[in-house]
């Protein structure tokens, strides 16, 4: 049995949209009109326009997790290199 494949952000923000868009075209009236195509096509979201406010606050995290790798590495690289902690059976 495979697992349900999880929607994105996008495609679940374009099924949101048409199922307004069919609401409201069976709201208003059960034959839909040319006023009513030319409204909605005016009224269509762009899915591209969204905000992206979360991406700074991953790449800072990011960022500050990769430099915090990167400084414990070279510490461990001096403290091995000196000979002030050393690895049993391990010369170097």
């Known amino acids: 049995m495979r697992a349900k494949h999880?929607?994105?952000r996008k495609q679940k923000i374009l099924?949101?949209?048409?199922?307004?868009?069919?609401t409201l075209e069976t709201s208003i009236?059960?034959?839909p009109s040319p006023k009513l195509n030319m409204v909605l096509s005016e009224v269509a979201i762009n899915p591209n326009s969204q905000s992206?406010?979360?991406?700074?606050?991953?790449?800072?995290k990011t960022g500050l997790l990769t430099l915090s790798i990167?400084?414990?590495?070279l510490v461990l690289y001096f403290l091995f290199k000196n000979h002030i902690i050393a690895i049993p059976r391990i010369s170097y």
């Open 52 to 60: 992206y406010s979360y991406v700074l606050k991953d790449v800072l």
């Open 15 to 22: 099924a949101d949209y048409r199922r307004n868009v069919y």
């Open 6 to 8: 999880k929607k994105t």
């Open 29 to 31: 009236s059960p034959l």
């Open 70 to 73: 990167v400084v414990g590495e």
